[in-house]
């Protein structure tokens, strides 16, 4: 932590005519507030998360894919529930997940805890072999996801695999919105699959399988990356 404040303060320019200012690190809006001053003293760093965070961007993804991720990791997709927050719903629209029409929605019932994506991720774990259980955010699942991998190219293949299945969830939720799309976990899961090996066979040259081996023998496709 003390190496990470010295680095920054080191590596921090001066530009002439332009006045240098201090800024808080410990919370995205550079303001200091005491629950980022506890959490940093309670070493849930968020400079440490926003570190991890970066691994994103080297996901086998499109750009607009990747930058949907970005927004996801930040909480900042338009759920209604976000949507509400910055006074864009007007009164009487509804907060309710179109999935499930029961909870609020927020952005982990949505990509993570209703029956519906939690369903998604048992098959994307049961795909993968692994053994695990939801975490309570999206920030917390995009860091455990693919943990359990070796070396830095498999894990960012899983976290590809994480962000096809984020990616699809959200498209199926604007279809189910807008054009009274199905409620199919199988669809979501597969269209999923098929996204993400679509994504590494276009983003990396050393991946040359098809979709049915991607499908049977993942980890070895992981291996190739
Ligand atoms: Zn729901």
């Given at each position: 932590m003390k190496g990470a404040l010295l680095s920054t303060l080191t590596s921090a320019t001066l530009v002439e005519g332009k006045d240098d200012k201090w800024v808080w690190m410990a919370n995205e809006e550079g303001h200091y507030s005491v629950k980022s001053a506890f959490q940093l003293l309670q070493g849930l760093t968020i400079a440490e998360p926003i570190l991890e965070f970066e691994?994103?961007?080297?996901?086998?993804?499109p750009s607009n894919t990747l930058a949907f991720g970005w927004k996801t990791l930040w909480g900042r997709i338009q759920t209604r529930t976000n949507l509400n927050r910055r006074g864009?719903?007007?009164?009487?629209?509804?907060?309710?997940?179109?999935?499930?029409?029961?909870?609020?929605?927020t952005l982990e019932h949505l990509l993570l805890h209703f029956s519906f994506s939690s369903q998604v991720w048992q098959k994307c774990y049961r795909w993968l072999n692994i053994l695990t259980v939801l975490p309570a955010t999206c920030g917390m699942h995009f860091l455990q996801?693919?943990?359990?991998?070796?070396t830095a190219n498999k894990r960012q293949g899983a976290k590809s695999m994480w962000l096809a299945i984020v990616w699809t969830l959200w498209l199926s939720r604007n279809k189910v919105i807008f054009q009274n799309g199905p409620r199919d976990v199988e669809k979501v899961f597969d269209s999923a699959q098929l996204r993400a090996w679509n994504w590494l066979r276009v983003k990396n040259n050393n991946f040359s399988f098809t979709p049915y081996e991607w499908i049977s023998n993942t980890r070895l496709c992981l291996g190739s990356l």
């Open positions: 691994t994103l961007w080297k996901c086998f993804a864009i719903l007007h009164n009487g629209d509804s907060l309710t997940c179109a999935f499930c029409l029961g909870e609020e929605e996801h693919g943990g359990e991998f070796m």
